[in-house]
């Protein structure tokens, strides 16, 4: 029976999501994009502390002690395969929480994966040569066409330490359940990452996307991680590349976080749960922790307690 029915279930799922498509890039074209929850003032951080807010999507910018990070940065109103004049691809739900001219000096980005919704070439382009760009392997090719030169490809469990103008940070590459592929069938040499930070004696976990795995219980052996940054969104029915809110917090607990920062959801429509779904079942996965969630909305921000 099982034999059969997959078959079509999953030919029904690719029509349903061709549909989708479509409407995105006609009659959505013309739906506004609604502002972000809250609007951060990184201006007034204090450098002194762990700061981060939720930008959209998987970019959320952070000071770590003073260093500047930014994963996945998507700060255009859609993301996809670019033409001349042309974006093809989903549409915003919801503005980024800053615009480009509104974030700090940026010391370095983090790239998890080659997905459209993660390495946003256009995004990309505006920054110039300063910022030192970790990613993962078989990903730097995409970067050719921009001022980005300081680009270092980890692999699975390498480690590197970076300093910037406010000190060392060291990053090492975890591994995580997804895929890289960017083009189809014709790129999967390309890897997808997570992220575990190191600065004085705090972690932060950037886990990119990832479907459940067991893995991150490993991560214990680096120390208490203080804050992890997990997508919760996009599973159904791609649940074999990206988790579930519950499955989100069973592996940032499994890995030792203290605080869990919800991303990857009420930004693009890239599935078909429902926009506030994710964000309501992980709140209510952790109603009798309700302090662990750093935070809810896009534009909100967290300081880590020191």
Not at 175 to 195: E, L, S, T
Request: charged content about 25%.
């Amino acid at each position: 029976m099982d034999l059969i029915e997959q078959p079509t279930l999953r030919s029904s799922r690719v029509r349903r999501w061709i549909g989708h498509l479509w409407r995105e890039w006609t009659i959505e074209s013309w739906r506004p994009v609604a502002p972000a929850f809250a609007k951060p003032e990184p201006s007034k951080w204090n450098d002194g502390q762990v700061t981060s807010i939720w930008i959209g999507h998987a970019t959320v910018l952070i000071n770590f002690f003073g260093t500047k990070i930014l994963t996945d940065p998507v700060l255009f109103p859609r993301i996809g395969i670019r033409v001349p004049g042309l974006t093809i691809g989903p549409k915003r739900l919801t503005a980024p929480a800053l615009e480009f001219h509104e974030l700090p000096k940026i010391d370095i980005i983090l790239l998890s994966h080659a997905h459209f919704d993660h390495i946003d070439t256009r995004t990309l382009h505006c920054f110039d040569a300063s910022p030192k760009v970790i990613t993962a392997p078989g990903t730097r090719d995409l970067l050719r066409w921009t001022r980005l030169h300081h680009v270092t490809e980890l692999h699975w469990a390498e480690q590197t330490s970076l300093h910037a103008s406010a000190g060392k940070i060291d990053i090492v590459a975890v591994p995580v359940k997804h895929w890289g592929a960017r083009r189809g069938r014709r790129d999967f040499h390309r890897g997808y990452n997570g992220y575990l930070l190191e600065r004085k004696g705090r972690r932060i976990l950037f886990a990119g996307d990832t479907a459940f795995t067991n893995s991150f219980a490993e991560l214990r052996g680096h120390g208490a991680i203080d804050l992890a940054i997990m997508s919760i969104g996009a599973y159904n029915p791609w649940i074999h590349s990206h988790c579930t809110p519950e499955q989100a917090i069973e592996m940032a607990s499994a890995a030792g976080a203290r605080f869990i920062m919800p991303v990857h959801h009420q930004t693009f429509r890239l599935s078909f749960e429902p926009l506030r779904e994710p964000i309501e079942r992980f709140e209510a996965a952790l109603r009798k922790e309700p302090e662990r969630i750093a935070l809810r909305e896009i534009g909100e921000t967290f300081v880590l307690p020191l």
